[in-house]
């Protein structure tokens, strides 16, 4: 079953705009969470992440909101650019014995010029 | 840092032949994690190494595959007979014990005729 749901499937934005992806999970025991970028061709690179222990994090134009109560957490990409369409996937960091990275299908960004 | 290097990026081969797919982690890199992507059921954890040993290989489909990891340095991951519905991209991924972010490499695209 899908632990961590992600939305939009895809996503249009105009440059200079808020692109907005948002995922929730389901399972408490997860300690981190990143967000992983794609471009065609290439394999995902880590974006950012945050720990359950913290609301917020930004580096540079991007920003994790993380509400624990509510099991949800989203990327924020602040003034996208046209550099930015490719697929985002957020994940959460299973802890314990068998830690894995439980991951979301992904959205697909296009940043229109 | 040369990365995580998978060979090869492409292979075409036709059904019932043994493929075999390829992998150099990051020196220094305790986990090896080998992933399939396709467009319908998006990142799959196929089996994830700690120190050369498997610990979850719940997610290889079936026993056509197999990996091995024989050292540090090298791991395999082998479809034998392969079938059309085993095209997909298949990525390699490692990590340092003490952290979380993973380093993708870039992937072998494999289409089965």
């Known amino acids: 079953q899908q632990q961590v749901k992600q939305s939009p499937q895809s996503l249009i934005v105009q440059k200079g705009g808020i692109s907005i992806i948002n995922c929730a999970y389901e399972n408490t025991a997860f300690d981190y969470f990143p967000w992983y970028q794609q471009f065609p061709g290439k394999g995902p690179a880590l974006l950012i992440a945050?720990?359950?222990d913290v609301s917020e994090k930004k580096e540079g134009r991007f920003t994790i909101s993380f509400n624990k109560s509510a099991k949800q957490f989203s990327l924020h990409i602040m003034d996208s650019q046209p550099g930015d369409s490719a697929t985002y996937f957020c994940?959460?960091?299973?802890?314990?014995?068998?830690?894995?990275?439980?991951w979301g299908l992904g959205t697909s960004l296009a940043v229109n010029p | 840092d040369a990365g995580v290097i998978q060979s090869p990026r492409h292979e075409v081969t036709e059904m019932g032949q043994e493929v075999t797919l390829r992998c150099k982690p990051i020196s220094g890199h305790d986990y090896l994690f080998w992933y399939r992507q396709t467009m319908m059921r998006g990142l799959e954890l196929l089996i994830y190494?700690?120190?050369?040993?498997?610990?979850?290989d719940s997610g290889m489909p079936e026993d056509r595959f197999s990996a091995k990891m024989p050292n540090a340095s090298f791991s395999t991951l082998k479809i034998q007979p392969s079938e059309p519905r085993d095209s997909a991209v298949y990525f390699c991924?490692?990590?340092?014990?003490?952290?979380?972010?993973?380093?993708f490499g870039s992937g072998t695209r494999l289409t089965v005729v």
């Open positions: 994940a959460a960091n299973q802890a314990g014995n068998n830690r894995k990275l439980i």
């Open positions: 190494f700690n120190n050369n040993v498997p610990i979850d």
């Open positions: 991924a490692s990590r340092r014990d003490t952290t979380y972010g993973y380093t």
């Open positions: 945050i720990r359950p």
